[in-house]
T-cell receptor
């Protein structure tokens, strides 16, 4: 597709369940970023991939959060044993790669933990 | 550390000008500006790369003072379509990943 595609758009799950959020970046974009955005706030960095390599995961809140991008294209962000505080908009962005490239954001996945 | 944006909110009439500021306590390599409308994804506006650089398109421009670690976004002769929340994203000098740290946002409302 032309833009960054994320699925599902909405996810409602019970506390304690695992969730997997998917991101399909723009074709040809080697850099992929995951952000979390609380209502009324700016995106908060979670993790970064260059091709399939996860080069920065400093923003992941704890070890319940993990991400992968096994073939250097589609990425999955997984949250295990979800808690209510995990409720947020999770956004993926991609860029051509390297420093100072425009990042193009997807429409996000709105995660609600009951 | 998160950059600080000011003002937090601004209300304008169509045709008026606005300035949004972004300040960081860390040495910066670049500053990115995004606009986000309610319920939508942030949309890229521009990147400022060099100290003192100014860029712009249409009636939106920006400057970057590397020494002061500050950037300003200038909206001239505002249009209704300029309404939204503006975020600056800063890229640290020590980073080589393109990782951005975003400010808390400035909400701009343009009225007819």
């Amino acid at each position: 597709g032309a833009g960054v595609s994320q699925s599902p758009r909405y996810k409602v799950t019970k506390r304690g369940q695992d969730v997997a959020l998917r991101c399909d970046p723009i074709s040809g974009h080697v850099s992929l970023y995951w952000y979390r955005q609380a209502l009324g706030q700016g995106p908060e960095f979670l993790t970064y991939f260059n091709y399939e390599a996860q080069q920065d995961k400093s923003g992941l809140p704890n070890d319940r959060f993990s991400a992968e991008r096994p073939e250097g294209s589609i990425s999955t962000l997984t949250i295990q044993r979800t808690e209510q505080r995990d409720s947020a908009m999770y956004r993926c962005a991609s860029s051509l790669g390297g420093r100072s490239q425009p990042q193009h954001f997807g429409d996000g996945t709105r995660l609600s933990i009951l | 550390q998160q950059p600080v944006q000011s003002p937090q909110a601004v209300i304008l009439r169509e045709g008026e000008d606005a300035v949004i500021n972004c300040s960081s306590s860390k040495a910066l390599y670049s500053v990115h500006w995004y606009r986000q409308k309610h319920g939508e994804a942030p949309v890229f506006l521009m990147i400022l790369l060099k100290g003192g650089e100014q860029k712009g398109h249409d009636k939106i421009s920006a400057s970057f003072n590397e020494k002061k670690q500050q950037s300003s976004l200038y909206l001239t002769a505002s249009q209704l379509s300029y309404s939204g929340t503006y975020f600056c994203g800063t890229e640290k000098g020590s980073s080589n990943t393109g990782k951005l740290i975003f400010g808390q946002g400035t909400t701009l409302q343009v009225k007819p």
